[in-house]
């Protein structure tokens, strides 16, 4: 199974740009979807987005669209989200995650980091 740590949150002002990364550790991120879910205070847990196996199809949810980018790198086993033109709405925990099936729900995914916060100050 793999494993996958985060990194790169921070705080930012709104309007703002982070790029989040996570590294994955004991197998090939080329064999899974890989998915970023966000945490926010108070809220139930939401798919941000996810970028198939290849990195050729990628797919976001609507309140992100247009602001945030998913990326991988499959030979240095590195998934990417860069997020620009930041909202107070977007703070939150954001956690990287692997799974076997093209879908929007946390249970399709086996693997998870242990998050890393992101603040939007307004």
């Known amino acids: 199974q793999v494993q996958l740590v985060e990194s790169g949150g921070g705080l930012v002002q709104a309007g703002g740009s982070l790029r989040l990364s996570c590294a994955a550790s004991?197998?090939?991120?080329?064999?899974?979807?890989m998915a970023w879910f966000r945490e926010a205070p108070g809220k139930e847990q939401e798919f941000v987005g996810r970028i198939s196996q290849t990195a050729g199809t990628t797919y976001y949810s609507d309140s992100v669209k247009g602001r945030f980018i998913i990326s991988k790198d499959n030979a240095a086993n590195m998934l990417y989200l860069q997020m620009d033109s930041l909202k107070s709405e977007d703070t939150a925990v954001y956690f990287c995650a692997a799974g076997r099936t093209w879908s929007t729900r946390s249970e399709a995914f086996d693997s998870w980091g242990q998050g890393t916060r992101v603040t939007v100050s307004s």
């Open positions: 004991g197998d090939m991120i080329s064999r899974y979807v």
